[in-house]
């Protein structure tokens, strides 16, 4: 079983990442459960989702504890959080960012995901979105391919900017 | 079709496929989504419901009520404070034989303000004359409220059914969905003494002592009667949608010397934790009881028996414990865990079973 | 000319959303209020703002109770003080769903009963503790999570339902004008009896607008009229200045209506609803202050 932790702040787009993971994984033909571990709140405080993916039925429900990747989609709750929190010895780290990152000596990605959005004007109520473009960062890593990843943003989204935010993430980052 | 979906989706989703007449309900956390997800069925078109946006629960239930009684379809959905702001309405809808269908997003109760899993809130509602299952995935979450529809609306049962999904664990997590077509699944809804004009009758009129005693007799028979019509629906859905359930969902009980006994989404993890103490080498088993109401005949004779409770009865014990001690004269090792959405993990259940003191209660986490 | 306290009452860690308008509002009201204040909280958004357990951002008791309960809560702190003989001011802070729906009994029970409190009822004008779902005061035309297609039925008049109960204080505020909330608050305290205060809280994720804007979409409410502050003293109503002069010269309301996402795509038939609703009621206020009804 890979186990997927996502940290955010409300409003990003961290659970609906989540899901969209589960769902591009189902596409794929595996088992896949995402949830969503919901404090009680508000609009920009840290939240965390968990993503599970298998090649059998997931009977696990509580938190994921020791996960094989960690994906940081707003830098700033690392002050507040530990995310690294139980990562495995040989687990991987991927963080929005601007610039390379080593995260704990990790294996680390770094993807400049906001700006993604920015250039495709994925804005809403003054923020950009994440999930979409995140999606594609993932498609690169190998943890889902990138034809599921295109079908299942485009089921549940209609506007075609996310497909194209998740295919630039997937040629911008580098493995 | 596959789909993957959470746990409220789904339940909307087995709506949708159902059609209700009338659908009334109040947003509550963690069951909102449900209420939303109709409201834009309703809204889009997909589904004709007459959706009332009722200002209380206690409205929620008293509206379906007065739907069901013209002989129209109904549904609601709630938890933990609306299920207890509706409870006079509850009795009403079973006491009235309306087949009224209503999901339970269960939820602790407050004070403090608690928006996690707990089983306390329908457990209290165990008394009213309600049927009641208790699911565990996303799929079960939906097979269940379509077959509840056909159970509540069978002429042998005519009592209203609650379908329990723990708060977030399972109603907010996405897994695989195979939704359905239902075709003739569901006969249509033929409810006798529906109010009809041209033949008035009064309802509900006050009742002396020996009609009301005769009225719950009644009600009692149904509920027995039901375990009948659940069997034989669950067989025909089985037949139809290759999906079977029972009373109790049974993991490596057979050969088991100790079995966990548990509701909702523990009962899936508890299954975890038997292989990993099947790997150890012990002989353990998970029953994870799925109806409540009618309460069914279990057979725990000749192992241990480990019962998680997510509920508690002040001052008597875990409602599941007891009711395994009067009903099938086992004493367990009753475990107390997981209110107000503690995280009972695998780990956590496999060290209660290694751990376990036949007779004893033990509260996880703040006892001993 | 009024001080405003520099005490505060409530810290500035609570977990509101950013340009949370019910937070400032609960801010100027407890200055107001002071410290001898016992507050009664239903379910809203107050009761997720104020901190998780062990802590919280209050600095005068709390007590949060059930949805439907406050005004009744409230009833029975506000006897028992009377009985123990403590001047302890009980305020309700609820939103508009814990007013205008589920609590509407209670409520109307505590008035009629003439109980001696202070009702703040803070409206954004849905359901914000649940995702934005739609309230009994929810515009006409406003789309809500409930509400997909814009919400069919027109607000209640909350003002109205408790002048019927003939209040000696009953007024109404908005968050873009503290002050004014400020000086009602005190004046309210001041008197015995139920007193009721409705104070319009702009929301920036329920009504759709960046953050920043809340004091802005406030103004605009009343300078369009389509939030009119006034108080009713024993019956007796007074239109305060920013409302006076909103009805010489108001700005059209689709300015309003135009930088709020929940009222995107509304029919004309709903504008025309909103705009006839907010003429009515300016002039039946007018009418009454001019004690012509
Ligand atoms: C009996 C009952 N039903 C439903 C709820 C769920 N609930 C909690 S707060 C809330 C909405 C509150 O809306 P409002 O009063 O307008 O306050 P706001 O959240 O907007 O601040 C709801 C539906 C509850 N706690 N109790
Ligand atoms: S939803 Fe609205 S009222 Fe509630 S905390 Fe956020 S901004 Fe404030
Ligand atoms: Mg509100």
Same mark, same amino acid.
């Given at each position: 079983m890979y186990e997927i932790r996502i940290h955010s702040r409300g409003g990003q787009g961290g659970v609906t990442a989540a899901r969209l993971l589960a769902l591009a994984a189902f596409r794929d033909g595996k088992y896949a459960t995402a949830c969503p571990f919901y404090g009680a709140e508000r609009r920009g405080a840290p939240v965390v989702s968990f993503v599970r993916i298998d090649d059998h039925p997931i009977r696990v429900y509580s938190?994921?504890?020791?996960?094989d990747l960690v994906v940081v989609l /707003?830098?700033? +709750?690392m002050e507040t959080v /530990? +995310?690294?929190?139980?990562?495995?010895?040989e687990g991987t780290v991927l963080i929005n960012a601007t610039h390379g990152m080593d995260v704990g000596g990790y294996r680390t990605y770094s993807i400049d995901l906001t700006g993604i959005a920015l250039r495709e004007n994925l804005v809403v109520a003054g923020s950009p979105i994440l999930n979409t473009p995140v999606l594609g960062a993932l498609a690169k890593m190998d943890i889902v391919s990138v034809e599921s990843v295109t079908s299942a943003i485009s089921e549940m989204f209609s506007d075609e900017r996310n497909v194209k935010a998740a295919q630039a993430a997937f040629q911008e980052l580098v493995i | 079709m596959l789909t993957i979906a959470t746990g409220n989706k789904a339940v909307a989703a087995a709506i949708k496929e159902i059609r209700p007449d009338v659908v009334a309900a109040y947003p509550i956390t963690p069951q909102t989504e449900i209420v939303e997800q109709i409201a834009e069925y309703v809204t889009s078109g997909e589904l004709d419901s007459r959706y009332i946006p009722v200002e209380s629960e206690h409205s929620a239930m008293a509206a379906c009520i007065g739907a069901s009684v013209t002989g129209a379809r109904s549904f609601t959905a709630t938890s933990s404070h609306g299920l207890f702001y509706m409870h006079e309405m509850v009795n009403w809808a079973a006491g009235g034989r309306l087949p009224i269908v209503m999901a339970n997003v269960n939820r602790a109760l407050g004070p403090g303000w608690n928006v996690w899993a707990e089983h306390t809130d329908s457990l209290q509602e165990r008394d009213t004359g309600w049927l009641q299952v208790y699911v565990s995935t996303v799929q079960e979450a939906y097979d269940a409220t379509l077959m509840a529809f056909r159970i509540a609306e069978h002429h042998d049962v005519l009592l209203p059914v609650m379908i329990n999904l723990d708060g977030f664990t399972l109603s907010h997590i996405m897994q695989s969905l195979e939704t359905v077509e239902l075709g003739d699944f569901v006969p249509p809804i033929n409810l006798p003494y529906a109010i009809d004009t041209a033949s008035p009758r009064g309802y =509900?009129?006050?009742? =002396?002592p020996n009609d009301y005693f005769r009225f719950r007799w009644d009600m009692e028979r149904s509920m027995r009667d039901s375990v009948a019509v659940i069997r034989e629906t669950e067989d025909e859905f089985a037949r139809r949608f290759g999906r079977s359930y029972g009373f109790t969902e049974d993991y490596h009980c057979d050969d088991a010397d100790v079995v966990v006994v548990s509701m909702g989404t523990i009962g899936k993890e508890a299954e975890v934790a038997v292989d990993q103490l099947r790997r150890e080498g012990m002989k353990a088993g998970s029953m994870r009881l799925r109806?409540?109401?009618?309460f069914p005949d279990l057979d725990l004779s000749g192992r241990d028996v480990v019962v998680i409770d997510r509920d508690y009865s002040f001052g008597f014990g875990g409602v599941l414990a007891q009711s395994l001690k009067a009903k099938c004269g086992v004493d367990p090792f009753s475990v107390i865990a997981g209110l107000g959405g503690q995280e009972v993990t695998y780990d956590d259940i496999a060290s209660f079973v290694r751990d376990r003191r036949i007779g004893e209660e033990h509260w996880f986490g703040v006892s001993d | 000319m009024t001080e405003i306290p520099k005490e505060e009452y409530i810290l500035k860690c609570t977990s509101a959303c950013a340009g949370c308008s019910s937070s400032l509002i609960l801010r100027y009201v407890l200055k107001a209020a002071g410290e001898d204040t016992v507050l009664v909280i239903p379910a809203c958004c107050t009761s997720v703002i104020q901190g998780i357990y062990p802590n919280t951002a209050m600095n005068v008791p709390i007590y949060n109770v059930a949805f439907a309960a406050a005004a009744a809560c409230a009833s029975g702190m506000s006897e028992a003080f009377a009985k123990a003989k403590k001047k302890t001011n009980v305020i309700v802070y609820a939103g508009d769903g814990g007013t205008v729906d589920i609590g509407i009994q209670a409520l109307s029970g505590a008035f009629e009963r003439n109980t001696n409190f202070l009702y703040i009822c803070y409206d954004n004008e849905a359901y914000g503790n649940t995702g934005m779902q739609r309230s009994g005061s929810t515009p006409t035309g406003a789309r809500t999570t409930t509400t997909p297609g814009g919400k069919m039925h027109a607000k209640k008049d909350l003002a109205g339902i408790v002048a019927a109960h003939n209040p000696p204080y009953l007024a109404t505020a908005c968050s873009a004008y503290p002050m004014d909330l400020f000086k009602k608050v005190k004046k309210a305290l001041s008197i015995e009896g139920p007193k009721f205060i409705h104070v319009l809280a702009p929301c920036p994720p329920g009504w759709r607008y960046?953050?920043?804007?809340t004091i802005e979409v406030g103004k605009l409410a009343v300078k369009s009229g389509m939030w009119i502050l006034y108080e009713r003293e024993y019956g007796k109503v007074t239109i305060n200045g920013p409302s006076k002069a909103a009805m010489i010269k108001p700005i059209p309301i689709e300015d309003y209506l135009s930088v709020q996402g929940r009222f995107k795509g509304i029919t004309r038939e709903a504008v025309d609803m909103l705009k006839s609703q907010a003429e009515k009621t300016a002039k039946h206020l007018k009418l009454e202050e001019e004690g012509i009804c």
């Open positions: 938190q994921i504890r020791s996960p /707003d830098s700033s +709750v /530990d +995310v690294l929190q139980g990562l495995k010895e | =509900g009129t006050l009742t =002396g109806w409540l109401r009618p | 960046p953050s920043e804007q």
